[in-house]
């Protein structure tokens, strides 16, 4: 299968605080579907910097991004927060779980908003993630309860709920002992055999070392 | 039931924060609560003043008053209005005063056939001297209608011995103000005799006494019949000075007046031109109560607006990832503004209810009784006007407090948070 699920052209992006600097520098990328690609590099080198623009979550670019086969560079607020909602899963270095919620209502929230299945319907599906990561017993704890490890899982089974067509992982691992950076190594690895799209940010050399392709960034440039 | 999600995480987060929630509302109850209970007491305290200030007051007030204007005097029939000559005149005074209303029975008949007009009492009245032993003591006789006096000023209610009625049924009855007949030291059935300034003098028998509760009044005024003080005067028996009119609406007074003076032709005097301290002194209470009231409901709002603020601070990050997730601005703002419309609304209704209890509280503490006031508990007006003013500037309140942490939060970059 060789199909395009992202594909970025010349992509440029400059910060003008605290003085003007180039971070992003004529950046053409192509994300096959189906694809486990880490992005490494130095700090600074511009790697979340695309990562972030490459979420449509950063709109202040030039160049062109699509996702899916549509164009996403110029759409407004309102459509990316859509777009992001059904075609992208997100897992940062912070859980960034909400504490009022249960784990099962976090995973559950995205899907809520989507709004294409009924509840008891995103219900079992959320069950069925946290199956498969392998902690369905916590789902009604309140999610500050868990260990930092089994909130980076939940993080993940959230970023899956809408099955999207894009994950974008930033420093997923960043936050984690040797332990729990292994599993989620080895949840990753099991998403992409399963033929998930994942996109991630890591300067762990061990992570990157596992997936399909290494991108490496200097200087706004991908060198590699 | 499935809520939408962007009230059910407004809905979990206002409940994860149950204390706070609630000091926000207790400020919007306390603000509708204190505005309710001022404003019912207040209007309350403007009724009562102006009931008793007008208790002895008629709405409309006819009579003919004495001119000033003599520029049609002797001189110009004099002088034949020769334009050469100037004729200053120094202190000029009336040839003949005949302060009677001409046609007073045409008058009253046409005032009662008004649908506005309630009650019209004829007067006449005179000045006259109550002899008690061997001093005299100043008063005034009005000589009325009795059925349709008690009709104007609510006489019947004012009797502190005997009945209004009794002037019908007595021969030479008089009706004495309480604090008339304390002085004259004289109860029901003595006899007092009245004189004249012109030096005609007659003998009543007390039939009852009233009290206004204004001593101006109590202390100088006494009733007969009509026909009682023509005779005194020895006037015939469609001599009258006065005529009183009450309104079905006393706010009409002022409209009346102006069409009775181009009709008649006579001094129409309305109760708001005789007695403009009335209204300034409402005007100036209820000035005082909105100012205070609104403080009040605004200081609330500001209330509200620290702790969205402060909730807001608190929950960037929560902002960031649900912006990554796919909710957009407008979601955002939804969610936090709907926090702060929960608070208010539920402070307004908790408000109302407070004010109601307060006010209603307030109505049933006895007033401290004396012997001029006639009013059992403190005065309160209950309105639903003002609930719903208060309810309504109370969620306004709320709206404006919510909307502008809401919108901070809606603006929010989610890359801004979510790098750092």
């Known amino acids: 299968m060789n199909e395009p699920i992202l594909e970025a052209t010349q992509l440029n992006k400059f910060f003008r605080l605290p003085e003007p600097f180039q971070v992003l520098k004529d950046i053409s990328l192509s994300v096959q579907k189906g694809e486990f690609i880490t992005i490494v590099g130095k700090s600074g080198c511009g790697k979340s910097s695309l990562l972030y623009l490459l979420s449509t979550l950063d709109t202040d670019y030039t160049g062109n991004l699509s996702i899916n086969g549509s164009k996403v560079t110029g759409l407004n607020e309102h459509d990316l927060s859509g777009f992001r909602n059904e075609h992208i899963g997100f897992v940062f270095q912070f859980h960034y779980l909400l504490p009022e919620f249960t784990v099962l209502q976090n995973i559950m929230i995205p899907a809520m908003k989507l709004g294409k299945l009924s509840r008891q319907q995103i219900e079992h599906n959320a069950m069925q993630r946290l199956e498969e990561m392998g902690i369905r017993d916590v789902a009604l704890k309140p999610s500050g309860k868990l260990s930092g490890g089994q909130q980076q899982r939940v993080a993940i089974a959230r970023a899956l709920i809408n099955n999207p067509g894009i994950i974008m992982a930033d420093e997923p691992t960043g936050n984690l002992d040797s332990n729990n950076t292994q599993i989620i190594f080895n949840i990753f690895r099991q998403l992409a055999q399963e033929g998930n799209t994942i996109l991630a940010v890591t300067h762990d050399k061990d992570f990157a070392a596992r997936s399909d392709r290494i991108i490496e960034m200097m200087d706004g440039r991908i060198i590699h | ?420």
Not at chain 2, 3 to 25: E, Y
Not at chain 2, 138 to 155: K, M, T
Not at chain 2, 179 to 192: E, I, S
Request: include cysteine.
């Open chain 2, 1 to 420: 039931m499935t809520l939408p999600v962007n009230l059910l995480i407004s809905g979990t987060q206002l409940l994860a924060r149950k204390r706070q929630s609630f000091i926000a509302m207790l400020g919007v109850i306390f603000g509708i609560a204190m505005f309710i209970f001022m404003i019912s007491f207040m209007k309350g305290v403007n009724n009562y003043i102006q009931d008793t200030m007008l208790s002895a007051i008629p709405d409309v007030h006819i009579y003919n008053d004495i001119r000033t204007d003599y520029t049609s005097s002797v001189t110009s029939i004099w002088l034949r209005n020769d334009p050469d000559k100037v004729v200053v005149v120094h202190h000029p005074r009336p040839e003949k005063v005949r302060l009677n209303l001409k046609n007073a029975s045409l008058i009253i008949s046409d005032l009662k056939t008004r649908s506005d007009v309630e009650v019209v009492s004829p007067l006449l009245s005179t000045q006259v001297f109550f002899n008690y032993g061997p001093v005299q003591l100043n008063g005034v006789l009005d000589g009325v209608n009795i059925l349709e006096e008690a009709r104007l000023f609510s006489l019947r209610e004012r009797m502190m011995t005997g009945r209004a009625e009794n002037l019908l049924t007595a021969d030479k009855g008089i009706l004495l103000g309480q604090g008339l007949a304390d002085k004259l030291n004289v109860v029901r059935g003595d006899q007092v005799t009245l004189a004249t300034p012109a030096g005609n003098s007659m003998r009543f028998r007390v039939v009852g006494t009233f009290s206004f509760g204004l001593s101006t009044v109590d202390n100088i005024k006494a009733y007969v019949s009509l026909s009682g003080v023509q005779q005194l005067l020895a006037k015939d028996h469609d001599y009258i000075t006065d005529i009183r009119v009450k309104l079905k609406d006393i706010n009409m007074a002022r409209d009346l007046a102006v069409v009775c003076r181009k009709k008649y032709g006579y001094k129409s005097e309305d109760w708001e031109s005789s007695n403009p301290s009335i209204k300034a002194g409402n005007l100036i209470r209820d000035t005082l109560t909105w100012v205070v009231s609104l403080t009040l409901l605004t200081v609330a709002g500001f209330g509200i607006y620290n702790i969205m603020n402060m909730v807001i601070s608190s929950k960037m990050k929560d902002i960031a990832i649900l912006k990554a997730q796919g909710f957009d601005g407008k979601d955002i703002l939804m969610i936090f503004l709907s926090q702060s419309l929960v608070i208010g609304i539920l402070g307004a209704l908790a408000g109302l209810l407070l004010g109601f209890l307060l006010s209603y509280g307030l109505s049933r503490v006895p007033f401290p009784q004396t012997e001029f006031t006639f009013m059992k508990f403190f005065p309160v007006v209950f309105d639903i006007k003002y609930y719903f003013f208060g309810a309504g500037f109370g969620m306004l309140t709320t709206f404006v407090a919510g909307v502008l942490p809401a919108r901070k939060a809606a603006r929010v970059d989610p890359v801004a948070i979510l790098r750092s």
